[in-house]
T-cell receptor, first 114, second 113 residues
Framework: AQSVTQPDIHITVSEGASLELRCNYS??????LFWYVQSPGQGLQLLLK??????LVQGIKGFEAEFKRSQSSFNLRKPSVHWSDAAEYFC????????????FGDGTTLTVKP | DGGITQSPKYLFRKEGQNVTLSCEQN?????MYWYRQDPGQGLRLIYY???????QKGDIAEGYSVSREKKESFPLTVTSAQKNPTAFYLC????????????FGSGTQLSVL
């Protein structure tokens, strides 16, 4: 069955430290992959997406993600976290259908310590 | 500025009452969607519409209804048949072609009185 897993419910990092949020999917082919960020009480904003080509994708706000086919993963990274990055992060996977039928992971809440 | 507007931001429903959540977009997007978000969970698709006067059920459509009479508008009605309506509801739109990114509104928090 097609599924998306974000193994970490909650992550805490210190400001200035590096960050990696994990995302794994289960699918027989290469899906379309997205990372979204959500501030409390707000909608989601797209950080980056991967469709094909270079497996290292650059996004907004200094984020990047790397697609690893062998691991069925699409982990989100940032070299130096800022306090304003505290939010909830969602990985979404489109199993080759319209984007609105993206399957979302359960999210990872990021807390940033001063 | 183009975007998606959801209203109201907070809504309370009484037992047995139907309530309607508004979603309007001025992005000229063909496709629109409604998602439900519960604490600690990801987004679950309720309904989506690819074109005016047409819509399809998502994964959790029971207890909900929608209409798409205009390209800009995609209201969601939470009916009395939805026994657990308390959630954060998000409307989104996309250009409508394959695998386009979603643009989200700022959401409506629905609670039961």
């Amino acid at each position: 069955a097609q599924s998306v897993t974000q193994p970490d419910i909650h992550i805490t990092v210190s400001e200035g430290a590096s960050l990696e949020l994990r995302c794994n999917y289960s699918y027989g082919a290469t899906p379309y992959l997205f990372w979204y960020v959500q501030s409390p009480g707000q909608g989601l904003q797209l950080l980056l997406k991967y469709f094909s080509g270079d497996t290292l994708v650059q996004g907004i706000k200094g984020f990047e993600a790397e697609f690893k086919r062998s691991q069925s993963s699409f982990n989100l990274r940032k070299p130096s976290v800022h306090w304003s990055d505290a939010a909830e992060y969602f990985c979404a996977v489109d199993f080759n259908t319209n984007a609105g039928k993206s399957t979302f992971g359960d999210g990872t809440t990021l807390t940033v310590k001063p | 500025d183009g975007g998606i507007t959801q209203s109201p931001k907070y809504l309370f429903r009484k037992e047995g009452q139907n309530v309607t959540l508004s979603c309007e977009q001025n992005l000229n997007h063909d496709a629109m969607y409604w998602y439900r978000q519960d604490p600690g969970q990801g987004l679950r698709l309720i309904y989506y519409s690819q074109i005016v006067n047409d819509f399809q059920k998502g994964d959790i459509a029971e207890g909900y209804s929608v209409s798409r009479e205009k390209k800009e508008s995609f209201p969601l009605t939470v009916t009395s048949a939805q026994k657990n309506p308390t959630a954060f509801y998000l409307c989104a739109s996309s250009i409508g072609t394959y695998n386009e990114k979603l643009f989200f509104g700022s959401g409506t928090q629905l609670s039961v009185l």
